[in-house]
């Protein structure tokens, strides 16, 4: 057997038709039944039932298939890592992205691309938000994986893939009067003390957080507490310091956490609160590990 007639056995098993998936293969017919016809007998057992009018895999076809998907796809990341290497392409890439979001499948991605790239280094920074829009700007980051700011005053320098929404959830001690809610609006907190996730000293029209209860509650919060760690924001609030918002990935190894209370923020027409998640780059840069990057992203 080949990797061809593999090939012409997966287009039969998923069309379940000769002459569909001798015209997908760019074959005749006649050479599809006998490619299918020697593979079965190599194998020593049918993998199709069929007749002039059905054609059904049968058990054996059924898990030879699913093993031949997988082979195929190995073959196909095999060209892939071979046709990388023959390049010798290398460099440096410097992702910066926001705290609490490693919580989320940034490994997953990072992993697949260095498999593929093994020779670009890949170097991290972890930081608040305002932060990271800065280590861009100046060079510190070639890609930061971000919450999206309400305006974006680099527009003409820093280009930005959306790339998904999250829900915004408030997160309270078990003894909040709020604890016991199912849902909660950003209006309702306008009296709440606030822990947040960032650092003191910025102006509060600077505090991204604070836009978000202004622009979504019509307040100013009443900070009591910053902290730079998920873990901190979320075991002052348990304690009762304070309330914190927080995006849901930052929130996925904390559900179950004594003492927390974490309830979804909804508008008034019952929605979720959600905000932006982008992947953000220079413009106008200088190194190709960010396109080789972008290119395997299909950001276009």
Known sequence: MNFRQLEYFVAVAELLNFTKAAKKCYISQTAMSLQIQSL??????????????????TPAGKIYYQECKAILSRLKD???????????????LHIGFIRGYEYSRLSHILKNFHSLYPNISIRFTRDNMSALYTALLEGKCDIIYNLSTYSQPHQETVCQH????????????????FANRFTLTYRELRDSNFVIMQ??????????????????????????????????????????????ILPEYALRLYRNTDHVAIL???KQDGSAETINFAL????????????KYLEWLQIQ
């Open 40 to 57: 079965e007998e190599k194998i020593g057992v049918p993998l199709f039932f069929r007749d002039k009018h059905h054609v059904e895999l």
């Open 78 to 92: 095999a060209n892939k890592l071979a046709l990388t290497a023959s390049e010798g392409f290398n460099g440096t």
């Open 162 to 177: 959306f790339l998904k929404e999250y829900p915004l959830l408030a997160v309270m001690s078990t003894e909040h009067p």
């Open 199 to 244: 650092p003191e000293g910025r102006p509060l029209e600077e505090m991204e957080e604070a836009l978000l209860c202004y622009h979504r509650g019509g307040f100013f919060p009443h900070i009591v507490s910053w902290e730079r760690e998920v873990h901190l924001v979320i075991m002052e609030a348990s304690i009762g310091v304070g309330i914190a």
């Open 264 to 266: 979804p923020l909804v």
């Open 280 to 291: 953000s780059w220079k413009t106008n840069h200088s190194n190709p590990a960010i396109d």
